[in-house]
């Protein structure tokens, strides 16, 4: 997933220059009663990023389910209103944690044993170096899954983060719940990687100490700031920081930023890394400060490790990542919607707190090419979601207008639209079904519903 950059001293500088085109790449990839929520309306969205107590009651005839949940901010402030979610209400719960398992092949067993009669959607990843959860359910299946986890000493300082699901139903297909060799990949693994030691991962800024540090509100203006938007290029397409630029690279499995000087310990990731694309080359590693954000936060504190190895000694990553900005702050700094790894695809800052602007698109430079259709590069699209190419075998995440849309049946390209295997042009945000849909479809000659 890439990392962009932008050196700047503080106050923070804004370049304006076009950045490069790339292609984008598509990701790869068991229940009713009342459950109620207490919060703040006026200070906290429905759906916060949270440190969070519940409890879980449960009848004698197991029928009458209640969970009540406190949710609170990093200092741990109770609030509550009388706004509540019932518990069928469907939610997306994210959530990592960093530590050390000794048997992770029993963690997967266990864990698929509790969640056998749940109705739970996602992916949950287990192995020596910790878990990483991206998953979607029903209220009191999702909470009662989180409130049991963390009642293990190895998970009961998990950070959680819940938003809204979509049409109120699952944003996974089916739940994967297994050993993962690397809980985030990256080239080569991250087995080697100590990112179960604290010190050798960056410092956590909180939303409100990010935002002053990247806007420049510090007593010494003389220190340099480094930005790295460590995601892919087409989640920067849709979404960043106002002044990052856009990746160089399309996969965070190819970053490199920060190894473009080798010396005796260490040697370039890859023998094509240029100085010049750099934004680390060169830089005071004692006086520098190196700043870097994602959806969640996983994949800034697995590249630190990387960084701080390398000898870079002030890295900061934003807690709970762009998620926890836009709860937290709002849209503040913030330009467009958060692409997420689900159904959903994209989520305006007002997702994450009510008031918040629902996009930023009008703050954007003219001759910036963020939220510009892929194929014509000339329209500027208001619904910041991707669509996957009607070539089940190019399946590319593309943002596209609706002329080219219709130009081009759906597909990335004029390459595509010969290729054997076309899905039918999906309108708005649907996603595709499975191939063989579409396949016995055609053969019976039925219409696809």
């Known amino acids: ?43 906290r969205p429905l759906f916060p990023s949270f440190r969070y107590s519940f409890s879980v009651k449960q009848s004698k005839n197991g029928r009458n389910f209640i969970c009540k949940s406190t949710f609170s901010s990093y200092s741990n402030n109770e609030f509550s209103s009388s706004s509540s979610l019932n518990d069928d209400d469907f939610i997306v719960v994210n959530f990592y944690r960093f530590v050390y398992i000794d048997n992770p092949e029993d963690e997967v067993t266990k864990q698929l044993l509790f969640l056998q009669d749940f109705d739970i959607h996602g992916r949950i990843y287990i192995n020596e170096q910790g878990i990483n959860a991206q998953f ?7 909470l009662r899954y989180v409130d049991w986890l963390k009642k293990d000493p190895k998970f009961s300082d998990i950070f959680v983060q819940i938003s809204p699901s979509m049409n109120n139903n699952h944003a996974f297909p089916k739940l994967r719940l297994r050993y993962k060799p690397s809980l985030v990949q990256y080239e080569g693994g991250i087995s080697h990687l100590p990112i179960l030691e604290s010190s050798m991962r960056a410092i956590l800024l909180t939303p409100v100490e990010w935002r002053e540090k990247l806007l420049g509100n510090l007593n010494d203006f003389d220190r340099k700031i480094v930005l790295l938007d460590v995601r892919n290029g087409y989640e920067w397409d849709i979404g ?60 800034c504190d697995v590249y630190s490790t990387i960084l701080r190895q390398r000898g870079y000694k002030n890295l900061y990553t934003l807690k709970g990542g762009v998620s926890n900005y836009l709860q937290k702050e709002g849209s503040d700094g913030w330009i467009g919607n958060l ?43 208001n619904d910041l979601r991707h669509r996957n190419c009607a070539n089940l075998d190019c399946n590319m995440l593309i943002l596209c207008c609706n002329d080219c849309v219709e130009e081009f049946k759906g597909c990335c390209c004029s390459d595509c639209m010969s290729a054997p295997r076309i899905r039918p042009v999906l309108p708005g945000p649907q996603r595709y079904q499975k191939w063989h849909i579409y396949r016995d479809s055609k053969l019976q000659k039925d219409p696809i519903t």
């Open 1 to 43: 997933m890439g990392v962009s950059a932008v050196v700047f001293t503080t106050p923070v500088s804004i370049p304006k220059s076009v950045p490069k085109r790339h292609k984008p790449l598509s990701p790869r990839c068991i229940h009713g009663r009342t459950s109620r929520i207490s919060f703040n309306a006026k200070t």
């Open 136 to 142: 979607s359910g029903p209220v009191k299946d999702s």
């Open 240 to 299: 960043h920081f106002d002044g990052a630029k856009r990746p160089e690279v399309d996969s965070f499995r190819t970053t490199s930023f920060g190894l473009s000087e080798s010396d005796s310990e260490f040697e370039s990731s890859t023998d094509s890394t240029d100085v010049d694309d750099d934004p680390l080359a060169g830089v005071d590693k004692e006086k520098t400060d190196v700043l870097m954000y994602c959806t969640g936060g996983i994949r």
């Open 339 to 381: 692409f997420v790894f689900d159904s959903r695809l994209s989520l305006p800052p007002s997702a994450y707190k009510p008031e918040a602007s629902p996009n930023g698109v009008d703050s954007q430079p003219d001759n910036s090419t963020f939220a510009r259709c892929y194929i014509c590069e000339l329209q500027r699209l």
